[in-house]
């Protein structure tokens, strides 16, 4: 237990859709070393005066200002703990909702556990993630296992961004709101059942939290209700939304 490629409890596959109940509403890089060479050798170079210099002199402040931007977007990243690790709830990590970005080819796997046991008993929900993938850890864990993600960040629970029309049928989960709009979506081209959606009224990852899911092929349309709290997405062609 705890390695890659476990199978998710939490994904239903092949499971047609689980009954839709009333929906309750929910909720990079360290800077260059190059920047500080650059900006040294810019220096030297300007003292000639000539426009090779001067050009010299605008890519170096131009490189300044991208590395201290990359600075600044880390920070705001809030990392609150690794993507690798076995992280005891109330010691290693605080109970709260945590969000990872970044995964591909469903190579993260994470973990709830009720016990350090590593027995199947003990798991509580888990999921193998590709794109994004947020969770909910209440104090009652145990445990929370981590692999092959990126680093999770905390989330607050009153952030707010810009939803999005348009979004990738492999992306993971999407913030209702925040990550992705309330509306009618539609993707196209779907093969082999491969694509599973899912609305769930939280982050828990638990059968109690989803409200709708299905595994598709062809054409999927789905509702995503302004109540609904996440909306996830697996092995789909990318959503648009079209009411």
């Known amino acids: 237990m705890g390695t890659k490629g476990k199978i998710a409890l939490g994904v239903v596959v092949s499971v047609v859709v689980i009954g839709a109940v009333s929906a309750n509403a929910g909720d990079d890089g360290d800077s260059g070393s190059g920047g500080k060479g650059k900006d040294s050798a810019a220096s030297a170079e300007r ?5 090779s210099d001067t050009n010299s002199g605008t890519k170096a402040d ?19 703990f690794q993507g690798d690790g076995d992280f005891e709830v109330g010691t290693d990590v605080k109970p709260g909702t945590y969000r990872t970005t970044g995964n591909t080819d469903s190579l993260c796997y994470w973990e709830r556990a009720k016990d350090a046991s590593g027995e199947m008993d003990s798991i509580l929900a888990n999921d193998n993630v590709s794109g994004t993938s947020y ?15 990126k680093d999770w960040e905390a989330v607050d629970a009153k952030a707010t961004g810009t939803p999005a029309a348009l979004v990738k049928g492999d992306g ?9 709009a309330p509306g009618t979506y539609r993707s196209t081209g779907n093969t082999d059942d491969l694509c ?4 769930t009224k939280d ?10 899911n299905n595994n598709v092929s062809g054409t999927a349309v789905v509702t995503v209700a302004a109540g609904d709290a996440y909306f996830k997405t697996s092995g789909c062609k990318d959503w648009k939304k079209t009411g």
Do not use: N, Q
Request: net charge positive.
């Open 203 to 212: 982050a828990s990852h638990s059968l109690e939290s989803i409200l709708a």
């Open 62 to 80: 131009a490189d300044t200002k991208k590395d201290a931007k990359a600075d600044k977007d880390k920070a705001e990243k809030k990392v609150a």
């Open 135 to 149: 969770v909910t850890i209440p104090a009652g864990d145990k445990l929370f296992k981590s692999s092959g993600c």
């Open 172 to 180: 993971g989960m999407h913030r209702v709101g925040v990550d992705i």
């Open 47 to 51: 003292g000639s005066g000539t426009k």
């Open 196 to 199: 599973y959606w899912e609305r």
